[in-house]
């Protein structure tokens, strides 16, 4: 029988990548997964919090992000011309989309556990942010007596796959 790592012994421990490449044996996996584990019981509880603290904050980020990026969308809509307001919305999308992976990214890496985070809250808040782009839009029209010609919906579905684009490539890469 061949030494190494079978799908359902995975230890989820950082450097998880370098174990696969090396074909660890199941002694020097326990050993190194007993290691990681003291290291998260030995953190100090002020590490602990600072941990959740970043967690909760980035969500924040993305939360107040995405409404300030609506409300541009629907300011630029009055500006462009259909395709290119389209291109900006994908633009806008993938760079903040990627701005939040890199960290999401770092997070998960530390604890395993934040998934929720990424693979529940992501696309919800991104099906949230059509909502949030139809009503600042309409806010806006009642408000200011100015009509967009603008499809809402659509900028918003458009600018919700785009911004999920690079988590999603980020995942599929990682499972490969």
């Known amino acids: 029988m061949k030494k190494g790592i079978r799908k359902q012994e995975r230890v989820n421990i950082p450097g998880e990548d370098i174990i696969e490449k090396e074909r660890w044996d199941e002694d020097e996996i326990k050993k190194a997964a007993k290691i990681f584990s003291k290291a998260e019981n030995k953190k100090k509880l ?23 990026i609506a409300g541009f969308i629907v300011f630029l809509s009055g500006l462009l011309e259909r395709a290119y307001f389209y291109i900006l919305v ?32 992501l696309p919800f808040l991104a099906l949230v942010n059509i909502y949030i782009l139809i009503g600042i839009k309409h806010v806006i029209e009642h408000f200011s007596e100015i009509e967009f010609e603008f499809n809402a919906a659509i900028a918003g579905a458009v600018y919700g796959m785009f911004f999920l684009l690079p988590h999603f490539l980020g995942w599929i890469l990682k499972r490969k």
């Open 90 to 121: 994908i633009l806008f999308a993938v760079l903040f989309g990627y701005m939040v992976e890199i960290p999401l990214r770092d997070i998960e890496k530390l604890s395993k556990h934040k998934h929720f985070l990424s693979r529940i809250l």
């Open 46 to 68: 002020m590490i602990k919090i600072l941990d959740e603290i970043v967690h909760w904050a980035l969500l924040l980020i993305i939360i107040c992000g995405n409404v300030l």
